[in-house]
């Protein structure tokens, strides 16, 4: 089975209510067995343009699991969460 990975680079206006949003998408990751690669870590840019911010990479088992993970109930209160406090690109990306 190929791996996936859900990655995010997360601009961040309501560091105070993103961290509502960190609680409930910890318990979320937990829920789905997410493995935490990267979390918000220092980013430096060796190519390009890109200006990245919070960067966040989570590895699963399998993109299905990792859109499961993205659909359940436990994400969609994460996601009610960052409401207005956020603004969040993210993708999912098949690995090895």
Not at 13 to 26: A, G, H, L, R, V
Request: aromatic share 10%; glycine share 6%.
């Amino acid at each position: 089975m190929t791996s996936a990975y859900i990655i995010a680079n997360v601009h961040v206006s309501d560091p105070t209510q993103y961290e509502e949003y960190k609680k409930f998408s910890s318990l979320a990751m937990q829920a789905h067995g997410a493995e935490v690669c990267v979390r918000g870590g220092a980013a430096k840019v060796l190519e390009g343009d890109w200006q990245p911010e919070r960067v966040v990479v989570l590895k699963f088992p399998s993109v299905e699991k990792a859109q499961a993970f993205y659909d359940s109930p436990e994400y969609a209160r994460a996601r009610d969460a960052r409401e207005g406090a956020a603004i969040m690109r993210m993708i999912v990306v098949e690995g090895v």
